[in-house]
């Protein structure tokens, strides 16, 4: 892996290899095609725009049900901060009513995000919500829903990479970084 980086006023060191991040990626697609192998009508995979890109098309690329790609756009951060009120930026691109659907999240960390997507799924009338996010912050997380799949966990610190932004920089990078302490 590469050294320090600077993102805007900050320094990020290597932390979570791609090679890493893909393998447990393969893991947690094994479970969805596990769970969803016999599935009558494709499942809808919910990209949540703009972090989960990248985690969304690795994991798509190892799901061998039926599949359908929906996106929606969501906003609770802002700097390294999370604001706590969700925004909804960009609505569902298609129906879910009576769709079995699995939200795909880069990163849950106080879990508000979650919420209000679970929320907004079942009251559009889905028939089956499901979680798959690709990192964990168990530390922060204190809500009752529960994650059905979770690549990684990471302890409360502020990371980069891998789709994750910091003020829309850093996206592009292939490795998860960490903020330098
Ligand atoms: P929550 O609503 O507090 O769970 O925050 C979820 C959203 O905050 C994620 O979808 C990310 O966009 C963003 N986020 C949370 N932690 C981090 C981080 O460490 N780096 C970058 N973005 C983060
Ligand atoms: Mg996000």
Known sequence: MSNSIT????VFVPY????????????VADQI????????EPIILLCVLNGSIMFTSELMKR????????????ASYSG???????????????????RKVIICEDIVDTGATMVYLDKRLRESGAAQVEICTMLLKPEVYKQNLKMD????????????????????LGRN???IY????
Not at 16 to 27: C, G, P, Q, R, V
Not at 178 to 181: A, G, S, T
């Open 7 to 10: 993102v805007h006023d900050k």
């Open 16 to 27: 979570i290899s791609n090679e890493d991040l893909e393998a447990a990626i393969s893991k």
């Open 33 to 40: 095609n596990e769970n969803h192998k016999n599935e009558k």
């Open 63 to 74: 799901v061998r049900v039926p599949l359908e790609i929906m996106t929606i756009k969501v």
């Open 80 to 98: 390294t901060r999370s604001g706590g009120k969700i925004q909804e930026i960009m609505g569902i691109t298609g129906s879910v009513q009576g």
């Open 149 to 168: 799949y979770v690549a990684m966990e990471v302890p409360n610190r502020f990371i980069l990479g891998f789709g994750l932004d910091y003020d829309q």
């Open 173 to 175: 990078l292939k490795d």
């Open 178 to 181: 960490v903020l330098k302490d």
